[in-house]
């Protein structure tokens, strides 16, 4: 099976603009989470996706929005990009486990966009 | 919410020897405990991960150890080799918060040849 794609792979964005980031989750996956990494704050859960629902939500402002498409394909956007937003973001696909449960879920990631706000 | 740990933040060791990384959580309901692999400019790879129902568990040169009491969990790398070079992150998750992985900061592990 194919991974988890990212695109666009590299973005550079002046203080104020938007951007959108598109993830596409490994075939027959269902859930995508969206994470920021950065030097100083290493990882950290920006959102998750799972059949078209959010369904859990870290700790960034409102800014920050997702959605997911109902082919699995999921989105984030950004708006009124700040200097502090420049930083790989990564998502992340996994499948329930058996019998539908949603508490055994492997994440794999993508490439991830490296975005940098100038 | 969930706090995750990890020590130490760089690890220098020989080829073939054995390196340790150490996590400690929070959230006594955290259940999903995976560790991952980033080398530089690549995304994070998953290489183990154990489930609170489970002590231990190995692949390889690769093992992980949970302790629910002491809510820590331990990687083992032995007969570490050059390629072992990598950052690694542990992370902390539960069933109720879906997907919602909680990172430690990373470990920089440099392998001598």
């Known amino acids: 099976k194919a991974g988890v794609t990212q695109t666009p792979r590299y973005l550079i964005k002046t203080r104020g603009q938007q951007v959108t980031l598109s993830c596409s989750p490994i075939s027959g996956h269902r859930s995508v989470s969206w994470y920021q990494q950065t030097p100083g704050q290493g990882l950290q859960f920006l959102f998750e996706y799972f059949s078209e629902t959010q369904r859990n939500k870290g700790n960034f402002p409102g800014r920050f929005s997702g959605r997911q498409f109902s082919n699995s394909r999921s989105e984030m956007n950004v708006s009124t990009l700040e200097l502090g937003d420049s930083a790989l973001y990564l998502c992340?696909?996994?499948?329930?486990?058996?019998?539908?449960?949603?508490?055994?879920?492997?994440?794999?990631f993508g490439p991830g966009t490296r975005l940098l706000v100038l | 919410g969930e706090n995750v740990e990890q020590h130490p933040s760089t690890l220098s060791v020989q080829e073939g020897d054995s390196a340790v990384i150490k996590c400690t959580y929070s959230d006594s309901a955290s259940n999903y405990f995976p560790w991952y692999k980033q080398e530089l400019g690549k995304r994070p790879q998953l290489i183990i991960d154990i489930r609170s129902n489970v002590g231990e568990k190995k692949d390889q040169r690769i093992a992980v150890t949970l302790n629910k009491t002491a809510k820590h969990f331990s990687l083992h790398i032995t007969e570490t080799q050059p390629e072992d070079s990598a950052v690694y992150f542990c992370a902390a998750s539960k069933a109720a918060a879906g997907n919602k992985l909680t990172f430690g900061g990373g470990t920089r592990v440099l392998v001598k040849p």
């Open positions: 992340a696909s996994s499948s329930p486990g058996g019998g539908g449960r949603a508490d055994w879920e492997t994440q794999y």
